[in-house]
């Protein structure tokens, strides 16, 4: 059975950094492309950051380029996604997700293409 475990969500100021953390179990990690998807309230689940099975290829939304950092330890079957300068917008539910198979550079962008997902981590930003 796959997990996916998300934590590291608060609140803070603007301005602010947080990190995220998702430990994966029960499926082939070191395969697996990982992603970051947000929901706001009212919103649609979107795409936030993406990086391929070894960790040499990232993509990131536009509005967290430059602000969000996406990593990967395959030794611990974990992905972090840094979060520095953060700005009320960034209010969402943060959700990891896994794909085993990504295709093309379009696919990262695309809650498609991913199989399996965490549970969720709420990320409150205050002005």
């Known amino acids: 059975q796959v997990q996916l475990v998300e934590s590291g969500g608060g609140l803070v100021q603007a301005g602010s950094s947080l990190k995220l953390s998702c430990a994966a179990s029960g499926l082939t990690f070191g395969r697996s492309s990982m992603g970051w998807f947000r929901q706001a309230p009212g919103k649609e689940r979107t795409f936030v950051a993406a990086?391929?099975?070894?960790?040499?290829?990232?993509h990131y939304e536009d509005s967290v380029t430059g602000r969000f950092t996406i990593s990967r330890d395959n030794n611990k079957n974990t992905v972090s996604l840094q979060m520095n300068l953060l700005k009320p917008e960034d209010t969402a539910v943060y959700y990891c997700a896994a794909a085993e198979k990504i295709y093309n550079a379009a696919a990262y962008y695309e809650r498609g293409w991913y199989n399996y997902w965490g549970q969720g981590t709420q990320v409150t930003i205050s002005s």
């Open positions: 990086i391929n099975w070894y960790g040499q290829i990232t």
